[in-house]
Every structure is written in structure tokens, then in C-alpha cells.
């Protein structure tokens, strides 16, 4: 599948909202099985209220200062992709995702990271941010969290034309039917808050700035700028009409999050291999 062909089918936007975590992850399920169903295609943008971290699928929970998170009113929750956890600032992350029909995208992974994440590599560039794919792999600094992980030309977008700091990270997970790429976009890194949803990390907020960039630290923007322009970017990609959720696909969604996103047997009690 080509761009064009892409824009040759029904897509919707829906515009940024802001949303707990667990219905946040939710409703990426819910666009899978709207688009697997025959209705549109959906490309989002998406806010986390309040702030969370988002686990990897594989994560260990005792990798997560479950106090801290309480304390300062962080949510958790765990994403079907894997990976490390993700802080996702309620001001200093934005959230994307597109939906599509599974026969309708490469099965080749690499094949399709590379013909979904255009759009993302022109928001940075309506933002005037030299940002592409990695050159080469990165070795892993901390573990745990996704950020810090090893760096893959594949999926890994970082400054400088692919030689700088990390600024956006994307993943899929394929349903049968469906496939979801999301991926968050650093505005503003925020490297204390980010470390401190961590049990005891052994890296500093220093080594932290020197692997992850925010668009603070490039260009002078603001947030609504910065979610304009991607915004702009996902909707001329995928040629999309305005939409919205549907009364059903909104309660579907709730009916997810409480089955799986807000349980405990899916968050906390899962054990991961990933430390």
C-alpha cells in the first residue's frame, strides 16, 4: 500500500482530547473494532488527564514506585505494545494513534512503521524540528523505561536528522483483524517527573536529558502549536474528514477500560519479564 492509497479510503480525525489512561488505551481498541467492522479508519491525537504512566506490556510491576504515582496523583495502566513505561505528562506528552484494517496495511513490521510514521516526521517539520528515524542502534540505559531503551532505526524518531537526542517513540500491536500504531511525542521531557514513576532507577535526570529532547528544547512553540501541527500532519496524510466517537464506541470503551485497563489483574498483578 502506497500513501495514496491510504487517503483513498474513509478515514476520521479526531482531535486531541483529554482523557484518563486506561480510556485513553481503551478507545485505541475501540477504533480497531470500528475500522475491522467497515466503519472509518480513525487517526487521533490524545492528552492524558491526569498524567500517567503507561507500562509496557512486558513490564514488571515491581519496576514501579507504585507510592509515588499515588502521591502525586499519577495514573497507571498497561499498553497492549511493548516496551518499557512511558510517563506521559498531562502538559509534556502528546499521544497519537492510527487504526486500520489489517489486509489493508504490510504485514512486514518494518514495512509498516515506515509507511504510518510519515505523518509524525511532518509535525515535527511544520514545527521546524530536523527530527527523523534513528541512524543506528543505541544501546539500552535503563530498562524499565521506554525512553531510555535501546534506540532502533526502525521506530525511534530523534533529533538532528536522526543523530540527536530521542523525541517520539511508536509501536504496533496487530490484532487479527486490525492494526494499531501509537506513539508519544515529547513537548516538554520533564526529566525529574519522568524518573520518579521508577522504583529506585539507577540513571540520573543528567543522562536522562542527554538521551530524550523535548520540542521545548529546539524550537520555540507552544503546545497548542505543537498539537496543531500534528495534527495537520495525520489529517493530510490519511486525507481525513472531522469525526467524533459514537455514543456506543464511547460506553464499548468504558466496558474495556474497566475490564482490563483499570484492573488490578492487568496492571499491577500481571508478571512481566521485562526488569
Not at 492524558?48 to 497507571?76: F, I, K, N, R
Request: proline share 5%; glycine share 8%.
Amino acid at each position: 500500500m502506497t500513501d495514496t492509497d491510504i487517503a483513498d479510503r474513509e478515514w476520521r480525525l479526531i482531535r486531541e482530547e483529554a482523557r484518563p489512561g486506561p480510556l485513553n488505551m481503551a478507545l485505541d481498541e475501540v477504533a480497531a473494532e470500528t475500522a475491522a467492522s467497515g466503519g472509518p479508519r480513525t487517526v487521533r491525537l490524545y492528552r492524558w488527564a491526569p498524567s500517567c504512566l503507561s507500562m509496557g506490556y512486558g513490564q514488571a510491576p515491581e519496576t514501579v514506585d507504585w507510592a509515588h504515582c499515588e502521591a502525586a496523583g499519577v495514573d497507571v495502566t498497561r499498553r497492549q505494545t511493548g516496551g518499557g513505561g512511558i510517563y506521559h505528562d498531562n502538559d509534556g506528552d502528546i499521544s497519537y494513534s492510527i487504526t486500520a484494517p489489517a489486509d489493508e496495511l504490510p504485514g512486514e513490521l518494518l514495512e509498516c512503521y515506515h509507511l504510518l510514521c510519515p505523518p509524525i516526521l511532518d509535525g515535527f517539520a511544520r514545527l521546524g524540528v530536523d527530527a527523523d528515524f534513528v541512524e543506528e542502534k543505541r544501546p539500552s540505559i535503563y530498562k524499565p523505561a521506554c525512553y531510555l531503551r535501546g534506540l532502533h532505526p526502525a521506530h525511534d524518531v530523534v533529533s538532528h536528522g536522526g543523530t540527536g537526542r530521542k523525541l517520539a517513540g511508536n509501536a504496533q500491536y496487530r490484532q487479527k483483524s486490525a492494526v494499531i500504531q501509537h506513539g508519544s511525542i515529547t513537548y516538554d521531557a520533564r526529566p525529574d517527573a519522568h524518573l520518579a514513576v521508577f522504583a529506585d532507577p539507577d540513571v540520573t535526570s543528567e543522562e536522562f536529558s542527554e538521551r530524550v529532547a523535548g520540542i521545548t528544547d529546539l524550537v520555540d512553540a507552544t503546545r497548542e502549536e505543537a498539537v496543531d501541527a500534528f495534527t495537520a500532519a495525520l489529517q493530510k496524510w490519511a486525507d481525513a474528514e472531522d469525526g467524533s466517537w459514537t455514543e456506543a464506541e464511547l460506553a464499548r470503551a468504558e466496558e474495556i477500560a474497566d475490564e482490563k485497563y483499570r484492573s488490578d489483574a492487568w496492571v499491577r498483578d500481571r508478571q512481566g519479564s521485562d526488569r
